[in-house]
């Protein structure tokens, strides 16, 4: 029964010191911040430093991490680098060094506590070419797929070149967590932390966007993509998508509708409104929808399951969401 399922936070992230160590000292690695720098604006970059570092023991800490969910009542995390660790900028040894590392790490810190915590690997998504190779490894370590972003420099996510990544993650049934790092909107929204209010959910809707006009998920109907923060503001605002594609035929590559794709995709909880929440479950049906927190970060929730109650759910929706759809993704006993 769904309310017998455990309660599943499948949007939580840990920090990965041996990553930045293995980084360190590299010019690709200054280009890449002085562009978050650019994008974010400092008033933003004076608030992200001591937030992060406040954080640092529930990032690397898998026993003060497993005291942070008890507190909240999550039974099981699924566990992803965060996505400051994605570095789109190395070159191809590199990349592949990194992504190997975040990997066995991320397996590493889940062996401490296996029956609670399972984890998600990394891709160098800015070469396409070494994704399958490294997808595989991150299943090799024991973990559920791997975190990617919205898009990498010089290739978005409707590109040709990552349709073996697709291929080999609908056979495998691996999990591709979609969440972005920046905004390409750039200096647009250096002030008021709008390269997050507003910059994470255009990016989902983007790189969803992708996803569906292009005909990747006609084409791997059983891939396992979980878009974090509901997708961003796609899934609400479909209507002008479909009208698009009915009236445009250069918007008509894929072969249906773009909102009847949303029954094809994984979003997570979090919203942060919980009307917002209502809308999303009713638009994707309950069974698409899982309990997120983006613990620990200052734009999660402390409380994904008081978020969760305060969208009114019937009985049924609630369990759904709590846990019983991610028990079912990860194949939890």
Not at 66 to 74: F, K, P, T, W, Y
Not at 98 to 110: V, Y
Not at 160 to 182: C, D, I, K, N, V
Request: hydrophobic share 40%; proline share 7%.
């Amino acid at each position: 029964m769904t309310e017998a399922a455990p309660t599943v936070d499948i949007h939580a992230h840990l920090l990965l010191p041996e990553v930045e160590e293995a980084v360190a000292g590299h010019p690709g690695l200054a280009e890449a911040r002085a562009l978050d720098a650019r994008r974010n604006g400092p008033a933003a970059l004076k608030v992200n430093g001591p937030m992060v570092g406040a954080r640092v023991p529930r990032l690397t800490d898998a026993a003060v991490r497993l005291a942070a969910m008890d507190e909240q009542g999550v039974d099981v995390q699924l566990v992803s680098p965060s996505p400051s660790h994605y570095h789109y900028w190395a070159e191809p040894e590199l990349a592949a060094r990194l992504c190997r590392l975040a990997n066995e790490t991320t397996a590493a810190h889940c062996a401490k506590a296996p029956d609670r915590l399972h984890g998600l690997g990394l891709v160098p998504l800015q070469h396409p070419a070494l994704t399958v190779e490294l997808l595989d490894h991150a299943l090799q370590q024991g973990l559920k797929g791997v975190e990617i972003s919205s898009h990498a420099p010089g290739h978005e996510l409707s590109d040709p070149a990552y349709e073996p990544l697709w291929s080999r993650a609908e056979e495998t049934g691996a999990l591709l967590f979609l969440h972005p790092f920046g905004c390409t909107l750039d200096q647009r929204l250096d002030r008021w932390y709008l390269s997050n209010t507003v910059g994470q959910p255009t990016e989902n809707a983007v790189a969803l966007s992708h996803l569906i006009f292009s005909g990747v998920l006609d084409r791997h109907p059983a891939l396992r993509v979980i878009a974090a923060h509901g997708g961003g503001y796609l899934p609400t605002h479909l209507g002008r998508s479909d009208h698009a594609w009915r009236v445009r035929p250069d918007a008509r590559e894929c072969a249906h509708e773009p909102s009847s794709y949303l029954g094809r995709l994984y979003f997570d909880s979090l919203v942060h409104d919980p009307l917002a929440l209502r809308e999303l479950v009713r638009v994707t049906g309950a069974g698409r929808v899982l309990l997120g927190s983006d613990f620990p970060f200052d734009m999660g929730t402390e409380d994904p399951l008081g978020s969760l109650r305060a969208a009114g759910l019937s009985d049924a929706d609630f369990h759904a969401v709590r846990g019983a759809n991610a028990a079912a993704l990860l194949d939890l006993a």
